[in-house]
C-alpha cells in the first residue's frame, strides 16, 4: 500500500514540472516550436524535477550539426556528492535530422536564432524542452505588448 502511494505521489511530481523562460517571450517573437530531448547526468534530471533551473541567458547553437544548448543553469543537486555536475556546462539536444537540418537552414538567415522556452517532464517522466526559431523584436513591440498585457489585467479586474 505504502509503495502505492509513493508512486503515485511521484507521478503528480513528475507532471507539475513546467519551467518557463518568460524573458524569451518579451525579447523575441516565436515563428516555430520544436520539442526535443535534453542528454542529462543523474544529477541533473533530479535538480530539475526539483525546479531548480534558470534558462536566462541561455541560447542554441550548432556544433558540427548537432544542436548544443549553452548557459543553461541546472543548479547543483543539494544531496549529490562529488559526481555532482557543472552548473552551466553545454548540453546536446535531441531532434530528428530533417529538424535539425531545418533549423541550420533557417538560422542562415540574418536576425534568427533558437531559444529556449520552457523545460517540462513528459508522461514517461523525461525532461524535454520547447525550443522555438525566433526573431528578436524592436522596443516598440516590446512596449506594445507591454500594452496588452497591462489592457488584459485591466480587463480581468473589470470582470470579478
Partial sequence: M?????????????????????????????IEKYVAGIV?????????????????????????????????????YDFGSINNHEVRRERKLLLSRRELNKLERKLKESGLTVVPTRIFLNANGLAKMEIALARGKANYDKRQSLKSKDA????????K
Fill in 152 to 159: 488584459e489585467r485591466e480587463m480581468d479586474r473589470v470582470r
Fill in 40 to 76: 542529462l547526468l543523474g544529477t541533473e534530471i533530479k535538480s530539475i524535477r526539483l525546479s531548480k533551473v534558470s534558462m536566462n541567458d541561455a541560447y542554441c547553437h550548432f556544433i558540427d550539426g548537432e544542436l548544443y544548448i549553452k548557459n543553461l543553469s541546472i543548479s547543483e
Fill in 2 to 30: 505504502l509503495i502505492l502511494h509513493i508512486q503515485n505521489y511521484n507521478m503528480t511530481l513528475q507532471q507539475n514540472i513546467n519551467i518557463k523562460n518568460k524573458r524569451a517571450s518579451f525579447d523575441y517573437e516565436f
